[in-house]
């Protein structure tokens, strides 16, 4: 008699496939229809959304809640201003090139020094340290520009085929820099998707969850979170080396602990314990505090009104509570 075989399913799988080229093609799409303001939003929202999923990797994966991300999202910035004012560089593939090597290094010193403390301990200490790197950034003017900050200008990109000069040079940025952010933003993604589903994703679920098991299965948990955090820090990196071409200017208030707390948050506002969660909540959130800016001066009050308001209403986020009312409905559809 031959053995039973377990045959696997490759179903849901075909069906996550299917679902995110839908929503890759939509978003391909999604200019088409929208103006140069919109188009603008949208592609701030990408860059956050590959902040929120690197930061994510910590928070929700290994347990380790960050309040110094924005140090790396600045590393970021300023590596592209510097490049540009002092090198003379304005290719977009070379500040990138340059820019994560930077930002893994500064995450991999800092990764060393943190992951030696857990809980509100491992808190405090990105805290403290973003902070030191955001005073260096305020004191040392005469390099950095101060409050003043320091400009990039447009860069050209795919290795100088695009560049953007003369009449609609800032509407055709605008439209080419949306597809060069998509790009990067899927091929984040589909990165982070085989990270966290790999045997070492699933080393820092069992850390996250357990701690002492793991250390008795052998993980070297130090390691491991170290690991993680050099991972999280390059993408919030990445993050920053595009965000600034679109902003045109890097000042260290994006070094602030302020900062910090909108990438938290956005990563809470769709759900940090699901792999979309983040993915979502930065792009929700930076639609939020734009609007709530545009409406009045009190924003911060009325931002910080319908977030708290949102994590009373949906405590597992905007994905997670999505989950929840369709499990909902799938039992009573089986009732």
Request: glycine letters at 12%; charged letters at 10%.
């Amino acid at each position: 008699m031959k053995a039973d075989v377990p045959r696997i399913s490759y179903r849901p799988k075909l069906l996550l496939g299917l679902a995110a080229i839908l929503v890759l093609v939509f978003l391909a799409l999604l200019p088409l229809y929208l103006g140069i303001y919109q188009t603008q939003l949208l592609t701030y929202g990408l860059i956050a959304s590959i902040a929120a999923l690197g930061f994510n990797l910590l928070l929700g994966y290994t347990g380790l809640l960050s309040f110094g991300h924005s140090a790396f999202f600045g590393i970021g910035t300023y590596t592209v201003a510097f490049l540009a004012r002092d090198a003379g560089i304005h290719s977009m593939e070379l500040y990138i090139l340059i820019g994560l090597p930077i930002a893994a290094l500064a995450s991999a010193l800092l990764g060393y020094i943190c992951v030696r403390h857990t809980r509100i301990f491992f808190g405090i200490l990105t805290l403290a340290l973003s902070q030191v790197l955001y005073s260096l950034v305020l004191k040392l003017f005469w390099i950095t520009g101060g409050t003043d900050g320091l400009r990039v200008p447009r860069p050209s990109l795919l290795g100088g085929t695009l560049t953007f000069t003369g009449g609609g040079a800032y509407q055709r940025f605008v439209h080419a820099y949306y597809y060069y952010v998509l790009a990067a933003f899927a091929l984040c993604v589909v990165m982070m998707w085989v990270i966290v589903h790999s045997p070492f994703g699933k080393a820092l679920q069992a850390i996250r969850d357990n701690e002492v098991r793991a250390r008795f299965l052998g993980l070297r948990i130090r390691h491991f979170r170290w690991a993680a955090f050099l991972i999280s820090g390059t993408f919030t990196g990445l993050a920053g080396i595009l965000w600034v071409p679109l902003n045109g200017l890097t000042t260290p208030e994006i070094l602030y602990w302020p900062f910090s707390g909108e990438i938290v948050f956005a990563a809470l506002l769709g759900g940090f314990r699901n792999f979309t969660g983040p993915i979502i909540g930065g792009i929700v959130f930076n639609y939020l505090k734009t609007y709530a800016i545009a409406t009045t001066e009190y924003w911060q009050l009325l931002l910080g009104t319908v977030l708290v308001a949102l994590v009373l209403v949906l405590p597992t986020g905007i994905v997670g509570g999505l989950s929840k009312l369709a499990a909902t409905l799938r039992g009573k559809e089986k009732a």
